[in-house]
C-alpha cells in the first residue's frame, strides 16, 4: 500500500469524528483513513479528545451528568442473547464490488468504497477521456468513481462549495500539486483548477455542489452540471 501525501486536515477529522459531514464526505474520508495508518491513529486520538471533552463538560453540570451505577444496572439485568440471530430469508446482501477491473490490473477497492458500489457500477464516458460511474450515497453530495484515461484533463472549473478527491489508483495534478494513490484532496469554492493526468487516474470523488466550468467551450456544459448535481442528489426544483 503506498503511502499518502496529503491527508485531511485535523478540522475535517474533527468533523468526521462528531459526525458534522455528509454521509458522502465521511465515507470518503472512512476510505482515506483505511488506506492511511496516520489519519486512522490521528482521527482515534481526536475521537479520545472529544469523549473527553464530552465528559467533562459533563461533570461540570451534575445534574446532568449519567447515572452511570444506574445505567449499569440495567445493563445487567437485561436477559441475555441466547440462541441463533434472526435471519431474514428473503434478504440476500447485495454482493460487494471489492474491484474495479482496469484494462491491464484491478483495483482493491477499500471496504466503505465496495460497499458504496454494490448497488453496480454504471460507467458513462464524458467529454476529453473521463469516464465516470455514479453512486447514489445520500441526498447532499454527488459522489463518483472517475477513471481519466491517460493524457487526459477536466476543463478547467471553480467550485460553489467543496469537492473531496481520493486517489485510488494512478496519479493527476493540477495548478496546486501532485496526486498519488491514497491521496485526499480538498477543492473548495476558493480553488480554479484544471485536473490532469498523464498516466491515468481512478479515483472517488465527492461533490456537495456543482462545479462551473470557466474558459471555452466547456462553459456551456454548466447547466448539465447543474443539473447532473440535482439529479445525484435527487433534489427537485
Ligand atoms: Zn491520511
Request: glycine letters at 6%; hydrophobic letters at 35%.
Amino acid at each position: 500500500m503506498t503511502s499518502a501525501n496529503h491527508h485531511p486536515s485535523d478540522e475535517v477529522l474533527s468533523d468526521f469524528a462528531q459526525g458534522r459531514l455528509s454521509t458522502g464526505m465521511s465515507v470518503a474520508l472512512s476510505a482515506h483513513i483505511e488506506l492511511c495508518q496516520s489519519c486512522r491513529q490521528r482521527s482515534s486520538e481526536l475521537e479520545s479528545r472529544e469523549i473527553v471533552a464530552w465528559l467533562q463538560a459533563d461533570q461540570m453540570q451534575p445534574s446532568a451528568s449519567p447515572d452511570f451505577s444506574g445505567m449499569l444496572d440495567l445493563i445487567t439485568s437485561q436477559p441475555q442473547m441466547t440462541g441463533e440471530a434472526v435471519v431474514e430469508p428473503d434478504r440476500e446482501p447485495a454482493p460487494l464490488v471489492s474491484e474495479i477491473h482496469m484494462l491491464d490490473h484491478s483495483i482493491t477497492l477499500p471496504r466503505v468504497l465496495a460497499k458504496a458500489a454494490s448497488k453496480g457500477l454504471v460507467w458513462h464516458k464524458l467529454a476529453g477521456g473521463i469516464n465516470q460511474a455514479q453512486v447514489q450515497i445520500d441526498n447532499e453530495t454527488q459522489c463518483e468513481f472517475l477513471y481519466m484515461t491517460p493524457g487526459s484533463q477536466v476543463p478547467v472549473h471553480r467550485h460553489q462549495g467543496n469537492e473531496i478527491t481520493l486517489v485510488l489508483d494512478g496519479g493527476f495534478e493540477d495548478e496546486f500539486g501532485h496526486y498519488g494513490p491514497s491521496d485526499f484532496v480538498v477543492r473548495d469554492r476558493r480553488d480554479q483548477h484544471q485536473p490532469s493526468t498523464e498516466e491515468g487516474c481512478l479515483c472517488f470523488a465527492v461533490l456537495d455542489s456543482p462545479l462551473t466550468f470557466t474558459s471555452g467551450l466547456a462553459r456551456l456544459f454548466n447547466p448539465i452540471n447543474n443539473y447532473r448535481f440535482r439529479r445525484a442528489t435527487s433534489q427537485r426544483y
